[in-house]
T-cell receptor, first 114, second 112 residues
Framework: ELKVEQNPLFLSMQEGKNYTIYCNYSTTSDRLYWYRQDPGKSLESLFVLLSNGAVKQEGRLMASLDTKARLSTLHITAAVHDLSATYFCAVDDGTGGGADGLTFGKGTHLIIQP | NAGVTQTPKFQVLKTGQSMTLQCAQDMNHNSMYWYRQDPGMGLRLIYYSASEGTTDKGEVPNGYNVSRLNKREFSLRLESAAPSQTSVYFC???????????FGNGTRLTVT
């Protein structure tokens, strides 16, 4: 059974600081996704990482994937208040051809304070 | 372009009542999913439909049934609601193979 663990689960940080959210998973996979959820809203896709060493960047967020370590990171550079949200990583275990859904971590609730 | 549309947005049920959550997507996606989200638990897969005409159980299927009515629509039915089914339910769709899930806006269900 695939398990996906995120840490930290809660993070309060100041604007302008850098920080990293970690996502570990338990079985071999080279397909990992990051989502953002604002309070009371739906989930929005941020990044799709499909191979070992993949790196994607969008604004102040950068995601990477190390399939050998079964680890993905979401790095926040010079945080701003607008990045306050809950961030989820999700993994495809690859057994269903990509059609049998994703396994999600519990989410990292990020608060960025002025 | 509506994407994934869920109805209703909110619902309150009494224990033992039944209801159907509706989901439709207009992106011509093959695969559709139902997840539930509970505080501190992330999202857990209830059922999925890899293609029209097929449905399969996910991680937490007990107490639920689904119907893939056609390529666009995938409904979730609670036959006899229980307080443990109080949750936010998300429908999602995707192309197969490597594409992200596209989520609806969710249905907030309370069972008293």
């Amino acid at each position: 059974e695939l398990k996906v663990e995120q840490n930290p689960l809660f993070l309060s940080m100041q604007e302008g600081k850098n920080y990293t959210i970690y996502c570990n998973y338990s079985t071999t996979s080279d397909r990992l996704y990051w989502y953002r959820q604002d309070p009371g809203k739906s989930l929005e896709s941020l990044f799709v990482l499909l191979s070992n060493g993949a790196v994607k960047q969008e604004g102040r967020l950068m995601a990477s994937l190390d399939t050998k370590a079964r680890l993905s990171t979401l790095h926040i550079t010079a945080a701003v208040h607008d990045l306050s949200a809950t961030y989820f990583c999700a993994v495809d275990d690859g057994t269903g051809g990509g059609a049998d859904g994703l396994t999600f971590g519990k989410g990292t609730h990020l608060i960025i304070q002025p | 372009n509506a994407g994934v549309t869920q109805t209703p947005k909110f619902q309150v049920l009494k224990t033992g009542q039944s209801m159907t959550l509706q989901c439709a997507q207009d992106m011509n996606h093959n695969s559709m999913y139902w997840y539930r989200q509970d505080p501190g638990m992330g999202l857990r897969l209830i059922y999925y439909s890899a293609s029209e005409g097929t449905t399969d159980k996910g991680e937490v299927p007990n107490g639920y049934n689904v119907s893939r009515l056609n390529k666009r629509e995938f409904s979730l039915r609670l036959e006899s609601a229980a307080p443990s089914q109080t949750s936010v339910y998300f429908c999602a769709s995707s192309e197969q193979f490597f594409s992200p899930l596209h989520f609806g806006n969710g249905t907030r269900l309370t069972v008293t």
